[in-house]
């Protein structure tokens, strides 16, 4: 997601209320399905710009739709205020400031008197 987001919102000169309007262009935009080379293909004209995405095999259009909803969503009542993000917070978010991405696995091990353990990450 923070990927798509990131993409939105260098589109958007990294303001808010763009990525927002940019998103809903993109969820009414006329787009047409088509196979290319055994690949589903969305396209769409937002703003008098082309955009053309390939879908991944095991990606459908309703994924792409459905993550257009959660982008949507996400900058909508992601803000501290559980309110519309702002530029600084959406900023922060696609840019990853607290370092909330990792590809590391944390797991904490504890032995209590049941000998039961706690896995998580």
Same mark, same amino acid.
């Given at each position: 997601m923070r990927a798509f987001l990131f993409i939105i919102w260098v589109h958007s000169n990294k303001q808010v209320s763009h990525m927002i309007t940019n998103l809903e262009n993109l969820g009414k935009a006329n787009y047409e399905i088509v196979s290319q080379?055994?690949?589903?293909? $969305?396209?769409? !004209? $937002?703003q008098g710009k082309q955009f053309t995405y390939n879908i991944p095999d095991g990606y459908s259009v309703a994924d792409f739709q459905e993550q257009?909803?959660?982008?949507? !969503?996400? &900058?909508?009542? #992601?803000?501290? !205020?559980?309110?519309?993000?702002? %530029? %600084?917070? @959406?900023?922060?978010? $696609? @840019? %990853?400031? %607290?370092?909330? &991405?990792?590809? $590391?696995?944390?797991?904490?091990?504890?032995?209590?008197?049941? !000998?039961?353990? =706690? =896995? #998580?990450?």
């Open positions: 080379n055994g690949r589903q293909v $969305v396209s769409a !004209s $937002v257009l909803r959660e982008a949507y !969503s996400l &900058i909508l009542t #992601g803000g501290a !205020s559980g309110g519309q993000m702002t %530029d %600084d917070e @959406i900023s922060n978010y $696609v @840019i %990853d400031k %607290d370092k909330e &991405i990792t590809n $590391v696995a944390r797991a904490r091990f504890s032995n209590n008197k049941n !000998s039961n353990y =706690y =896995y #998580g990450y």
